[in-house]
Nanobody
Framework: QVQLAESGGGLVQAGGSLRLSCAASGRTLSSGYGMGWFRQAPGKEREFVAAIRWSGGSTYYTDAVKGRFTISRDIAKNMMFLQMTSLKPEDTAVYYC????????????????WGQGIQVTVSS
């Protein structure tokens, strides 16, 4: 089992930055793993934000965040990060980190493990 815990959320003004962290525990993530960030705004479906392959570090982004968000990981610390810049009010959502044992994916149903989520609020 893998436990995931997000941190770093909060309230920020439009144009500002935040860095989300996701700490994985329970087991050391092996090279085959993939991890991702998803978000869910009130009244909306959960949507893909970014993903990263644990081995090699290939990254994937939804168009809405390309050029503004950067996903990364620290293999030694078993952690994943999401650096968010130029934040917009439409980025307001609960952000979730997720992990799966076979590669990265953009579909939430393919992920095996989820964090509790953390609120990010961007004021205009």
């Amino acid at each position: 089992q893998v436990q995931l815990a997000e941190s770093g959320g909060g309230l920020v003004q439009a144009g500002g930055s935040l860095r989300l962290s996701c700490a994985a525990s329970g087991r050391t993530l092996s090279s085959g793993y993939g991890m991702g960030w998803f978000r869910q705004a009130p009244g909306k479906e959960r949507e893909f934000v970014a993903a990263i392959r644990w081995s090699g570090g290939s990254t994937y982004y939804t168009d809405a965040v390309k050029g503004r968000f950067t996903i990364s990981r620290d293999i030694a610390k078993n952690m994943m990060f999401l650096q968010m810049t130029s934040l917009k009010p439409e980025d307001t959502a609960v952000y979730y980190c997720a992990a799966r044992s076979v590669g990265a994916a953009v579909v939430s149903a393919l992920y095996d493990y989820w964090g509790q989520g953390i609120q990010v609020t961007v004021s205009s």
